[in-house]
């Protein structure tokens, strides 16, 4: 993406999580931020029950690191001008404001475009662009785990009440992920055929992708599947299913085709005679007395701890995975080998502040990116690189403008 610029005009997680992708991938994201405010999210003290410090803040510096930062009030006259001298030399315009927020402002897809017919224009919102509730705002919470069925699919029906969402900022890094991807076709439809393109993605219509196999299963049958409580879940194959270590640990088995596994799975169990019993020696009479099959494998591994089976099961051909926190898998040496874990300087200048690198990898090589900007931290050098003279910018300062 190098030598593609996008102008950000948004807030929170869910775009500005596709402008931090863009970023990753090599492009100048230029992020508007009002000049008093900066990004409202800037100001939450709270994530999850957690207290957040200002000057390190995971809501700011996943969605928005590797950009720079203008202060623009693009309430003003000025502040749209200054807005439009950027547009014009911009790849990408990206928002999540609301339609009447865009055309108050005068930054909506017709005002972008009357600066720069060729700027692809790209939204995020919460339950899309059309429709009686195009207007309609929504977080995460709301659109994503709430209204789309995701909540209710994950909550177990005897919880007898709806779960609330363990993860702040879910589905908005899902979809900013999405939107990153529409842009990315954008740009390439634009290059093939002079043609630019608008491109919507909502946190319902991610929501809905990532459950688009439940979803399609639904409007089949009727019927939707939910959670089940770790005591109610069954199954008809025992290397398919949670099992409890002695130390209160959680191996998931997760061989969905036993054939050819048996016996290997068996002794890496401790449990080599039970691959010629047979009960269990073949596919069908495996999933005929599952029920046995599992009490016998829930004894075996409940009888080690876990980072015992954690280390003993690396070789076993099955597929299975050890049930890991987030903080789990800071460590996770498979997650480290990858480069999943970014350090960039810290804004308070004390040790280096970890992030995610995005889903997608190129050449194998680590993800190289600079820490959140601080609000309106680059102003005078964008507004410089456009040509604006120093008077010019100390003007537009003083009227409040920009910052």
Not at 63 to 83: C, M
Not at 140 to 168: C, K, M, Y
Not at 382 to 402: N, P, Q, T, Y
Request: proline share 5%; charged share 20%; aromatic share 8%.
């Amino acid at each position: 993406m190098q030598g593609v610029r996008v102008l950000e005009v948004a807030q929170f997680t869910f775009v500005p999580a596709a402008g931090a992708i863009l970023a990753d991938w090599g492009a100048d994201v230029i992020k508007v931020e009002h000049p008093v405010r900066g990004d409202t999210q800037r100001g939450f003290i709270n994530m999850g029950g957690f207290q957040l410090d200002p000057n390190r803040h995971p809501l700011i510096e996943h969605p928005n690191r590797g950009k720079r930062s203008v202060g623009i009030d693009v309430s003003t006259p000025g502040g749209q001008e200054v807005l439009y001298e950027i547009a014009k030399t911009a790849d990408v315009f990206l928002t999540n404001y609301l339609p009447a927020q865009r055309q108050k402002n005068k930054f909506d897809v017709e005002h972008i475009r009357a600066v720069n017919p060729d700027i692809i224009y790209a939204r995020g919102s919460a339950y899309g662009d059309k429709g009686s509730e195009r207007d309609t705002g929504g977080f995460d919470g709301t659109a994503f785990w709430t209204r789309s069925g995701v909540g209710h699919a994950l909550t177990p029906e005897a919880i007898n009440g709806a779960l609330s969402q363990g993860i702040p900022a879910f589905g908005d890094s899902i979809g900013g992920m999405n939107i990153a991807g529409g842009i990315s076709a954008a740009l390439f439809h634009r290059e093939r055929t002079g043609e630019t393109a608008e491109i919507d993605v909502s946190l319902l219509s991610t929501a809905w992708w990532a459950a688009g196999a439940s979803v399609t299963q639904g409007m089949e049958t009727g019927e939707t599947m939910r959670s089940l409580m770790p005591d109610d879940a069954t199954s008809v194959n025992p290397f398919m299913a949670n099992y409890r270590t002695s130390d209160g640990g959680t191996i998931n088995l997760c061989i969905v085709s036993p054939t050819g596994y048996i016996r290997d799975a068996f002794e890496h169990l401790g449990l080599p005679e039970l691959a010629d019993d047979p009960r269990f020696s073949d596919v069908l009479p495996l999933i005929e007395n599952a029920s046995e099959g599992v009490e016998l494998i829930a004894k075996a591994i409940g009888s080690k701890p876990f980072e015992y089976w954690r280390q003993h099961l690396k070789t076993m051909k099955g597929q299975w995975a050890p049930f890991q926190s987030l903080v789990d898998l800071a460590t996770d040496d498979q997650a480290v080998a990858n480069d999943m874990i970014v350090e960039v300087d810290a804004s308070d200048g004390g040790k280096p502040f970890k992030v995610v690198r995005g889903p997608v990898q190129f050449n194998h090589e680590p993800l190289e990116t600079t820490r959140a900007p601080q609000a309106s931290e680059h102003t005078e050098i964008v507004l410089m690189e456009l040509g604006l003279d120093w008077d010019r910018i100390e003007e537009l300062k003083d009227s409040g403008a920009i910052a």
